[in-house]
């Protein structure tokens, strides 16, 4: 990765205006200081816009209904769809299925793929990692199939010990699902890496994109990963809607996930026929508002460029690491700035992380505290919780300066 410069280039002032929620006092007559990204970004009005004018003027239910509502409200879910398509460079928009997040598309994959082709003796290979929805659903797929689980190491800097690929990976190996970005020590993994290895022993790979889509240009087909999940609610657009990537050839075999309306193509009392791609997957109504306000959330990011939000926020976190250093008994989770995404994650020797992340709060300044839903790895890294301090596009070196004296002030409270 390229040496991260401390300046910016983007015009984060102006950026900052087009978030109302950033502007805003607490009851102390503190500025929010809003440091929980990786959790869920915030919304430009753009997007509050979107939402706004399709409550007020489009709404309808989609792809059914002779009338002039639901033909606008189809056309513009559908252009979401395609937004997304060109936005991750998926070859099709059949290869775009809308889900209600990260985790709905993993469970997809895992429910529908994994049952489907799995059997007893046959591994499933995960990495220590891991958010908990990239491990759960593969428990119980596990389970249900008498798979078994393994997991790539992480090393003591926090980055995967790809030493262990090659005795990890065999035949017997059906699938291998990764994250791109930890969201707790901020690695960016070399998923290109993972997925040659993975296609020369015959596995599938999934990717979970949630913490890198937002932040990074991503190419699914330069990944050439079988599936990709992400949700919207990490990339400036609303909660609960996601996008699961899968190569047609896959998701055209697959059997459907959930049963309902959109997804036949036709229904018998004793049968069904299921209905072609992408519309197999989405049964029932689907989050129409949100998912038509993806597309303004996904055109935000490409005006702003990917390649400089990833530079900024990589600045932030370098900034972050350099006024933290300093702290007495303050340890930080991950590898170096230079190999990671904008996260800082920490501990502080006789402080609870809960204690911290309230200590801040009342300096206007939200960040995580707790296992993060990695609780595999804080075990591996013999601890129970850790904070966490995640940049995107629109923070500040003088938010990262508030934090620092902020973190500093607690540490000097509590003695």
Known sequence: MATIQMESQLDVARIRTDFPILHQNDDEG?????????????RPQSVIDCLSDVYQRYYANVHRGGHRLSSESTELYEASRRAAQRFIGARSDN????????????????RSWGDANLAAGDEILLTEMEHHSNLVPWHQLAERTGATIRAIPVTGEG???????P??????????????????????NPVEQVVEAAHAVGAKVLVDAAQAVPHEAIDVTKWDADFVAFSAHKMLGPSGVGILYGKEELLDAMPPFLGGGSMIDHVAIDHFTPAMLPSKFEAGTPPIADAIALKPAIEYLEKVGLSQILQHEQSLAAYAHDLLASIPGLRFLGPSVTEKAGIVSFTIDGLAASDVAAFVDGHGIA?????????????KLGISASVRASFYLYNTREEVQKLADSVKTTVAFFG
């Open 167 to 188: 005795r990890l990976l065999s035949e017997r190996t059906k699938i291998v699902a990764l994250c791109a970005v930890s969201n707790v020590l901020g690695t960016i």
């Open 30 to 42: 503190q500025p929010l200081v809003y440091l929980d990204n990786a959790a869920s970004s915030q």
């Open 95 to 110: 290869e775009v299925i809308f889900t209600s997040g990260t985790t709905m598309g993993i469970n997809l994959v895992a």
């Open 367 to 379: 960040v995580r505290e707790g296992h993060h839903c990695t609780l595999p790895l804080h075990k």
């Open 159 to 165: 980055l995967l010990d790809l030493d262990y690929l």
